[in-house]
């Protein structure tokens, strides 16, 4: 393997599969895997909180302490095989090209075929769909491709990168281990499941700084600093403290209204997306995930020098 920097080709494997491969099927899909595990636990406890306390804490530490053993025990035997190995970790855990392709197609059904789009829509969001309008589910798919870019793709990146420097098993743990604490809030964390509190509270925290980051890196995509100024308006208005900002920047970037019924209204002055403001803000999803490959890569390069 040509003599590069390991987090330079552990980015590289893990952008190329993304690419040409999309998703890996679910039996051998790592996020499946961990799904599974947080639907196994959530069941009546006697003690919710508590339970779902000790939960949020133990189960990410155990999966990213898996991947932690896996790579480390591998890296005696072959470097270049555990760069490949969590190269292809690293794809699961980010995969955008997923999320690119689940939006845009919602986007197109949204005017051919509303009712498919509705029940597409699953794929993204988890709000009630049946009563969606064309515009609304449109504004649902770039306001679910925002978060996710946020949530899914720049945090578990993010991660990696701050502590692959030290050690690259450490780095594919850091991932996997933002990743788990992702789906334990999306599984979990609502206001009618007790045991999730922690698990959201703790996502929260969590995605902090990886949604004010990919807020500037959607603005930067769009060209202007505008949309990321303009977001602070509307940054506190959905109940997570995170997902207005990269939400309120995509509205900002379009000149759109971005709407959830009876939860909150970014852009309130602005119409609902059309389909082409819609598919605009897919791609500028995809530069913006482009834009954070390249600023790994150079980042990358520049330890390796």
């Not at 679910?26 to 947080?38: F, T």
């Not at 309008?133 to 770039?142: D, G, K, N, T, W």
């Not at 964390?189 to 509190?197: A, D, M, P, R, V």
């Not at 009876?262 to 605009?280: G, H, M, R, V």
Request: glycine share 8%; proline share 6%.
């Amino acid at each position: 393997m040509i003599d590069l920097a390991p987090i330079v080709l552990v980015l590289i494997i893990a952008a190329t599969l993304d690419w040409i491969w999309a998703e890996p099927p679910e039996a051998i899909h790592p996020i499946a895997w961990i799904g599974s595990v947080i639907a196994y636990l959530d069941r009546d406890w006697q003690r919710p909180l508590l339970v779902g306390g000790i939960l949020s804490i133990i189960t990410p530490l155990v999966t990213s302490g898996v991947v932690w053993a896996l790579l480390t025990g591998l890296s005696t035997v072959s470097r270049n095989l555990t760069i490949v190995l969590c190269g292809g970790l690293l794809f699961t855990m980010i995969s955008l090209r997923r999320l690119i392709d689940s939006a845009n197609r919602i986007i197109v059904k949204s005017d051919t075929n509303t009712e498919q789009a509705r029940e597409q829509l699953i794929t993204l969001v988890g709000r009630e769909k049946s009563s969606l309008s064309p515009a609304e589910i449109r504004s649902a798919a770039v306001e679910s491709a925002a978060e996710n870019y946020a949530d899914g793709f720049i945090a578990p990146l993010l991660a990696f990168m701050i502590i692959a420097p030290v050690s690259l098993s450490l780095g594919g743990a850091a991932a996997v281990w933002v990743k788990t604490i992702n789906t334990m809030d999306s599984m979990l964390g609502y206001q009618h499941k007790e045991l999730g509190t922690a698990a959201a509270r703790l996502d929260d925290l969590t995605m902090w700084l990886p949604a004010r980051l990919s807020a500037g890196l959607l603005s930067v995509s769009a060209g202007t600093p505008d949309p990321v100024l303009t977001a602070r308006r509307w940054a506190q208005h959905p109940d997570s403290p995170n997902a207005g900002w990269p939400m309120g920047t995509i509205a900002g970037a379009l000149h759109v209204q971005l709407s959830k019924p009876d939860a909150y209204t970014l852009n309130p002055t602005a119409s609902l997306p059309t389909t082409e403001q819609a598919q605009k803000g897919i791609q500028l999803v995809q530069r913006a995930g482009i834009l954070a490959y390249a600023i790994g890569i150079i980042y990358g390069v520049i330890l390796w020098m």
